[in-house]
């Protein structure tokens, strides 16, 4: 099982990208099977475009990452 440690530094990687745009995003916690539940804030929160972001960017970047990681999910 990856750890919420591991996650976060993966994303302090990606932070600054959603942070030029006004965004930014909090882990949640990440579950025993490999799911990662991600808050969206700032102006990501309602971005129409938050859901590729979420998918093509950020699940992809931590799958990559860490094997563990099954699906990355957006919970408010």
Do not use: F, W
Request: with cysteine; hydrophobic share 40%.
């Amino acid at each position: 099982m990856v750890s919420a440690e591991n996650i976060e530094q993966s994303l302090t990687k990606i932070r600054p990208y959603l942070q030029e745009d006004g965004g930014d995003i909090e882990l949640v916690r990440v579950t025993d099977d490999g799911i990662v539940e991600v808050r969206l804030v700032g102006s990501c929160q309602g971005c129409p475009m938050s859901m590729m972001t979420l998918r093509a960017g950020i699940e992809r970047a931590l799958m990559l990452a860490h094997q563990e990681v099954r699906r990355v999910e957006q919970v408010k």
